[in-house]
């Protein structure tokens, strides 16, 4: 659980829930590309997503921030907004401030790129090898 102040100074207690295995593994996966997009609606998407694994408690009632509605009623300013989303990652073991730079993410997609092209490149050469094998034996 983590505190957070609202505009109004008042301190807002806000629980924090852990990823199921694969929803945890697609949103690592994910913040590779929300940490390289400006694209606006998807990098929303992203912390929408995010939030949804925080819940405000409001006297006994636990209110999930799922909508932009709650999140701007509960949370109140962009702060608080990174404070959770920060806090979510986290607690789910991603770092916002370092997980996208982890060299063994860019080595395998460079390893990925690589198989992937000599494939294509072999599958575009293949048949031009065939007509050099059948001219040669003519």
Do not use: C
Request: glycine residues 4%; negative net charge; proline residues 4%.
């Amino acid at each position: 659980m983590i505190e957070i102040v609202g505009n109004n100074g008042q301190i807002k207690s806000v629980k924090i829930y852990p990823f199921s295995a694969m929803e945890g593994w697609d949103i690592q996966r994910k913040f590779f590309d929300f940490a390289s997009t400006t694209d606006k609606a998807a990098r929303l998407a992203y912390i929408m997503e995010v939030l949804a694994y925080a819940k405000v408690i409001v006297g006994e009632n636990e209110l999930p921030l799922k909508t932009s509605a709650l999140i701007d009623n509960h949370l109140e300013n962009w702060q608080n907004i990174q404070t959770v989303f920060e806090a979510v990652l986290l607690f789910n073991d991603i770092d916002p401030k370092t997980h996208a730079e982890k060299p063994s993410y860019w080595a395998a997609a460079g390893a990925e790129m690589a198989v992937s092209f000599i494939a294509e490149a072999t599958k575009l050469m293949g048949p031009a090898f065939k007509i050099v094998a059948e001219a040669n034996q003519e």
